[in-house]
């Protein structure tokens, strides 16, 4: 199965686009479980569940142009950067929503919450996304490998070994761009909240 992922991720590097279909069902455990755990840190009401974040994930990575992973481990960062969009992309219409967005109210007893897949984040979450999000695309102008790590390590929740694999540096570098990041990350989002006050 090894062997199969690695031509398949080689077939897709060279542009045969119709190598993600066999692709997808050889990682799709991996995917679910960076999904999960990308749920797990924003808990709440979710009704995007797994499932649903790794099949938007698929039509996401599907509609791209070219794909060029270099092995398992970097196809699995890629995905993790196309979670982030998914969810980031969630929170600036849930903010948008939350100012209004030009919908007309819907009375809370005519709210189906089974009937869609959004996922419902809490205000307060949507923000903080929206947030990280503004925050990593400044921070991806002066350190994109070092964004990278982030999107690894925080929405792919992947190891150090594993984003070390997946961005073809070592883990000593990952473990230093990490607390790089943080820091960066931690300094621009505590400025940004100070300027909102």
């Not at 791209?64 to 699995?76: C, D, T, V």
Request: glycine fraction near 6%; charged fraction near 30%; include cysteine.
């Amino acid at each position: 199965m090894a062997d199969d992922v690695s031509t398949l991720v080689n077939a897709l590097a060279a542009g045969d686009r119709e190598a993600l279909n066999p692709l997808f069902p050889l990682v799709y455990e991996e995917l679910r479980q960076l999904a999960h755990r990308q749920r797990r840190q924003w808990d709440g009401d979710l009704t995007l569940n797994t499932t649903a974040l790794v099949h938007e994930a698929y039509l996401k990575l599907a509609g791209q142009r070219q794909l060029p992973a270099e092995s398992r481990a970097h196809f699995l960062g890629i995905a993790s950067r196309a979670m982030r969009h998914i969810l980031c992309n969630y929170a600036r219409d849930r903010r948008r929503q939350k100012r209004g967005g030009g919908q007309p109210h819907l009375p809370l007893e005519d709210a189906d919450p089974a009937d869609g897949t959004a996922l419902d984040l809490s205000a307060d979450q949507a923000d903080r996304l929206a947030g990280l999000d503004e925050a990593l695309r400044r921070f991806e102008a002066i350190a994109e490998r070092q964004c990278r790590v982030v999107e690894c390590r925080f929405f792919g929740g992947m190891s150090v070994e594993e984003t070390a694999a997946a961005l073809g540096v070592s883990p000593r570098s990952v473990k230093r761009d990490w607390a790089f990041a943080r820091a960066w990350l931690l300094r621009e989002m505590q400025l940004t909240l100070a300027g909102e006050s």
